[in-house]
């Protein structure tokens, strides 16, 4: 583990490589599951504040979901997080041209429509956050459906925290970025020499 500020990083964002395969799993990620996305306090209002630029992009079972019992829900386990379709699919999920499964937020976002990108545990994933007393945990979340994306990472070397860069630098600022870089350089030289185990 490393400790940069009030976070504790797991090593595996230096040894695990990533990079999304869209082509391969088609947005799966934003369908399968049995929650939706956690939510930081201030992003629900943020939702709620797009709803309007992407009402038409997203579908009219998920418009029903949203107008019966809003944007977001707590969870089993008390947290707050994005609405469901038939309790599997993200309210906010589009499909393209090419049937690939989308967000419809982050969609938006691009075409310059608003200008909030989506909540930040999607931007951030296969990492995690988990807030403690007086810290916060980044792991990675290793998911089966995510397998085509670690080949991808591994063939085109791209490690997990380079994949990731936009958003952790979104979170916890390009300070913080800076010291995990330098804190990755010393891992792979460390790992190179043979010291690590």
Known sequence: MLEINDTVVSLDLFKQFFLCDLNSCRGICCVDGDSGAPLEPDEVGELERVLPAIWNDISTMAQEVITKQGVAYRDIEGDMVTSLVD?????????????????????????????????????????????????????????????????????????????????????????????????ALAYKAEFLSGKHG
């Open 87 to 183: 309790g599997r699919e993200c309210v906010f999920t589009c499909t393209d041209a090419d049937g690939i499964c989308r967000c419809a937020i982050e969609k938006a976002f691009r075409e310059g429509r608003i200008d909030f990108y989506k909540p930040i545990s999607c931007h951030l994933y296969p990492v995690r956050l988990t807030k403690y007393q007086h810290f916060t945990a980044v792991n990675y979340h290793q998911w089966h459906i995510c397998t085509c994306a670690k080949q991808l990472g591994k063939k085109s070397n791209v490690p997990l925290y380079r994949f990731l860069e936009e958003p952790l630098t979104r979170r916890f600022g390009k300070a913080w970025y800076g010291e995990l870089e330098q804190a």
